[in-house]
Structures are given as C-alpha cells and as structure tokens.
C-alpha cells in the first residue's frame, strides 16, 4: 500500500470516527435535554400541587369575625387619649368606619402603621378611621410612647375590652370596616389586595346587600367584679375538658392566674420585664400549688392563643396546675385584667380578697394571707 493511499484510508476512518462521536454527543444532549424537561414539568407539577399558603393571623381573624359580616355595628362610645368621645352609633348612616386594633408590643402592628398613617391622611375624610389600641398589656403612657416614634394623626382610643368582644377580635392588628348603613362590612389581619378591595367598596358607598344583612345582637353588659365583691356564676373548661365553676364549692380558697401561652417567648424582645414577670409568676405559682389548701387555675387570654397552643404551652413548660383558654375574654373581662400576668385571689367564701399585678412580688405572702382566712 502507497503511503498516499494510506493516509486517505486513515483520514476517512477518522472522520467515521468524529460522526459517531457527534451523533452519539448529540444523543445525550437530547436525552439530557428530555430529563431536564421531565423534571421541570414534575416540579412544575408539584408546585402547583402544593396547598397556598394561609396566613395564621388572617385566618383566625376571618374565622372569629364571619358570623359577623354584614351585622349591625355596637352602639359604643369612644374615648380618645386626648379626652375626646366618639359615639360609634352616631356615625351610622353618615360615613363608612375603619377600626384598627393594634397593640405598641405587636411586631405586625408596627410594620402596617405607615399604610395605616396613609390612609388616614389620605382618605380621612371619607372614611372614619380610628385606631384601637387593644388594652391587653399595654397602657395609655406606652401607646403615648409610640405615638412619638412613629406617625399616628388618626383619633387613638384604648379599648377595655368592650369593642374587642363585639368584633371577636382574636389577633392584633385587626381590620374592621363598617359601611355607611352601620353593618359591619370586613374583619381581617393583613393589609392585603382583599382588604383594600374591601376598603375600596365602603368607601364608594357600597352597602351590604339585603340577602346578606343579619340581625346582631348588642353585647350584654358585663359587671365587672373588684375586691369585696362575690363570685358567683363564672364557669371555664380546662384543657382536659373538665368544667370548673370559679365560684368554689370546696370550701377552699383559690387563685387564679392569668397570663398568655406567648407571654414569655414574643415578649422577650419587646416587652422584657413583662416576659420576665410571666415566668417568675408561673413558676411560683407552680411551687405555691403543691403545697397549701389553695385551689389553683390558669386562665389564658384567647388573643393569639388556641386550644391548641395552650396544649403546646402546657406541655413545653410542663404546667401541673389546670389550665384553661378564655377564648372569648369573658373571664378577662369579669376580673378586669388588662395586664399579664395577674392573679385574683379568692377566699373559701367566693370574696375576692386581692388582684395583683405584673409587678407585685408578695404572691407568697399573699396566699400565706388568704389562707388564714
């Protein structure tokens, strides 16, 4: 074989050899190509498969607030912080309403108050805005506080409870329109497209069709009970579902704690001595329980707070003494308490002898008191 015939054969075996290696490159290319659409297509699928994600505030606000939607307003009268009165019932039939319950330790609260300071600068004269501070560990000094660092030129009210109850309010912040007729029109947590969409509506004089409408009840009057007074008709479940009356029948005298499942954790960063003030009251009264003739029950606040956070809450703390979930604030608002953590005592005769406070350190004389009574 000549040299020249030799290098032709060699060149045409090299070029065999390069188509094949293109095909077989230009095959994987397309199978990789396949597998990568494959799996685009099965996350795609997955994604789409996945359940929305529900805010846990919006979803308890909606939930407490529903069987309200398109009820008549309270017929409640406001008092400012700078001594002004605002009667709900007079606005009815004039102008749509914006109530905003928040508190100053609220985190949400806090990051919603310029949208919120927007809309009143922008829309307060079409609509009634008022921010409802919630009253639940906070104080009028402390609302005053954060008024000075962040802008609120909107009426501010400090809630005793009363409007709380009359719009189920469960979480802070809380959105409560009301249109111009009086009924109430959205109750919701987030500032979202749904309550903007709602805002919207009030605003242009849109009213609650007829098949909507429902009759609402006004809230009953409570008494609110002080030392001196009696217990008398006062009932709670415990979270192992036993009923106790709060108007003993042991002939034992009894204290009863009220505090909050997210005292300790949320408020360690804004309100430190008041978390600080949760736990050493917790644990004292978990040491007083197990000594003494002193019937002992915690009661939770049902702002935030579920049956099954209390059971959460009981079980990371690992709570002994009964506990309990005042989920409509009743029991709350018998006592008075707007301050976590308090505790009533009560003697074998069903009198209220003393309410103490976050800051009160006597507890253990204080039971050692009522139980020589």
Known sequence: MTFIKKHIILFVLSCVALL?????????????????KQSQ??????DTAKPAVVNEGESRARSAGQSLIGAPGPYLKLKTIDGKTIALGKLYGKQPIYLKFWATWCIPCREQMPGFEKIYQQDGKRIKVIAVNAGFSDNEAAVREFKKKIAMHMPIVIDNGDLAAAFNVRVTPTHVLIDTDGRIAHIGHLEDDKFHAALKRVMAGETAATEARR???KPAQQAVLKPGDVVTDLNITTTDGKTISLATTSGKPRALVFTAPWCESYL??????????????????????KTGNVEWLAIASGLWASEQDLLDYQKLEKIEMPLALDASGRIFRAFDIRQIPSIVLIDANNRIVQIL???DVTLK????????K
Do not use: F, W
Not at 25 to 34: E, I, N, R, W
Not at 41 to 46: A, F, G, N, P, V
Not at 275 to 281: L, M, N, P
């Open 357 to 359: 406070g976050p800051n």
């Open 20 to 36: 094949c290696a293109s095909t077989l490159q230009l095959s994987q290319a397309a199978d990789l190509t396949g597998k990568d």
């Open 41 to 46: 297509r099965t996350q795609e699928s997955l």
């Open 365 to 372: 004389k204080a039971v050692q008191s009522l139980q020589r």
């Open 268 to 289: 360690a960063q804004s309100r430190p001595a008041v978390s600080q003030a949760c736990k050493r009251v917790r644990l004292e009264a978990e040491q007083l329980a």
């Open 215 to 217: 009759s609402g009840a």
